[in-house]
Each structure stands twice: as structure tokens, then as C-alpha cells.
């Protein structure tokens, strides 16, 4: 079992930054591969970015690329989104997730891949 808490959302204006944080609970959290995800008002789910339990694998959606990273600190169970120049079409709910990631060598792009989920963290970007 893994329980996962985000922090870090808040309101910011066109071009500022946010770091998102998420802190994991739980004995498997070093094996997990760890996604950040975001659902806007009337929209489905989507993928933000994910890493490999290891940290040596990392993907985007290409309308972040560029301007957030993803990162991990196993010794302290938290994975963190640092999200700059942001745009007002990133304003979302922004959710971390867990799967555990030992066995796949492939990184997860879709909710139903996860197990784990937090309660989400409110991002808003002015314009």
C-alpha cells in the first residue's frame, strides 16, 4: 500500500512557477514508478509526466516539455513536479500517482495503469 498527499498548488500569473510536491507513505514507494497527472473542469484525466523507480527514466506530454520537471527523493518518499513558465491552460487539478514499477521496463501513460492516488492539489495560472 502506498498513500500519497500533494502540496505545492496555489494561483500564479501567466509565466510564473510552482513546485509540486508529493509525499508517499508506505513500504514500496522506492520500486514505484511515480506519475503526475491533471484534470481540468469538463476534461478527462490526463498524463503530465512520469519517472522511473530508478530516476533514470522520465517522459512528458509534449505541452509541458520544456517547462516542468519531474524528480524523486527515495530517501525521503516524494516525488516533485517544478512547473515554470506556466500558461493558463495548465490550470487543473493536479494528481500524483503510484504503480509499482519492478517488473515493467516501460513507463505508464494512462490513469488505469496506476494503483495509488492522491487527493490532488489545486493549480490556477492567470493570464
Known amino acids: 500500500q502506498v498513500q500519497l498527499v500533494e502540496s505545492g498548488g496555489g494561483l500564479v500569473q501567466a509565466g510564473g512557477s510552482l513546485r509540486l510536491s508529493c509525499a508517499a507513505s508506505?513500504?514500496?514507494?522506492?520500486?514505484?514508478?511515480m506519475g503526475w497527472f491533471r484534470q481540468a473542469p469538463g476534461k478527462e484525466r490526463e498524463f503530465v509526466a512520469v519517472i522511473k523507480w530508478t530516476g533514470t527514466s522520465t517522459y512528458y506530454v509534449d505541452s509541458v516539455k520544456g517547462r516542468f520537471t519531474i524528480s524523486r527523493d527515495n530517501a525521503k518518499n516524494t516525488v516533485s513536479l517544478q512547473m515554470n513558465n506556466l500558461k493558463p491552460e495548465d490550470t487543473a487539478v493536479y494528481y500524483c500517482?503510484?504503480?509499482?514499477?519492478?517488473?515493467?521496463?516501460?513507463?505508464?501513460?494512462?490513469?488505469?495503469?496506476?494503483?495509488?492516488w492522491g487527493q490532488g492539489t489545486q493549480v490556477t495560472v492567470s493570464s
Open positions: 500517482a503510484a504503480r509499482g514499477g519492478l517488473n515493467y521496463s516501460s513507463l505508464k501513460l494512462y490513469p488505469s495503469d496506476y494503483n495509488y
Open positions: 508506505g513500504r514500496t514507494f522506492s520500486t514505484c514508478d
